[in-house]
């Protein structure tokens, strides 16, 4: 395994970890991780129900993303974003949803568990209230065909001290 992909790994555990404690939380139950086959990127169990879990990343721009992940990685040469003046997210959020959806892949395994959730890590640093609507506006844009492999999608955002988790209504 290279070491980006040690640090995609951490990152989505996380992540996913971040997920299940708030489900937990949310609902009273006991989710729990019990296998990695990647993909999914995790299989969660409580008391009386298997589901699983994708995880993916939106980041604020590609520059952005080529910066954080080049800084997290051990041994690869640090690429800093240009200072240039962002206006909003790009549309990598709607991009990386409809990538996943669109994914064969997850049929087989939604036929398996029944629909699971996406979890989509939101790597924008200026997130505000006001970046939701842009995301919202971007996505009502967007017509997707739901494929019924994911129940719903949360996602996770940086905040002063840790994560956010944020249930995105998308049916």
């Known amino acids: 395994m290279n070491k980006r992909s ?3 790994g951490k990152h989505e555990l996380i992540c996913i970890t ?3 404690d708030e489900i937990n939380r949310r609902h009273r139950s006991v989710y729990k991780v019990i296998d990695t086959p990647d993909p999914p990127d995790a299989i969660i169990q409580s008391n009386n ?3 699983w879990v994708e995880v993916v990343t939106a980041h ?5 993303a080529k910066d954080i992940w080049s800084f ?3 041994a690869e040469t ?19 949803v409809r990538k996943k959806n669109d ?16 979890v989509v890590s939101v790597q924008y640093p200026h997130f505000k209230d006001n970046t939701l609507k842009v995301m919202r506006k971007l996505w009502n844009a967007t017509t997707f065909a739901d494929k019924g492999c994911f129940r ?5 955002v940086r905040c002063y001290k840790g994560y956010v988790v944020v249930l995105w209504w998308y049916k």
């Open 72 to 74: 997290a990685t051990p």
């Open 60 to 64: 604020m721009s590609k520059a952005f």
């Open 49 to 51: 129900k298997t589901t």
């Open 18 to 20: 971040t997920f299940i």
């Open 78 to 96: 640090h690429h800093p974003m240009m200072c240039n003046v962002m206006v909003g997210p790009d549309t990598d959020f709607v991009q990386v």
């Open 6 to 8: 040690e640090v995609k």
């Open 152 to 156: 719903s999608i949360y996602l996770i």
């Open 103 to 118: 994914l064969a892949s997850y049929e087989a395994i939604r036929d398996k568990y029944g629909a699971g959730y996406l």
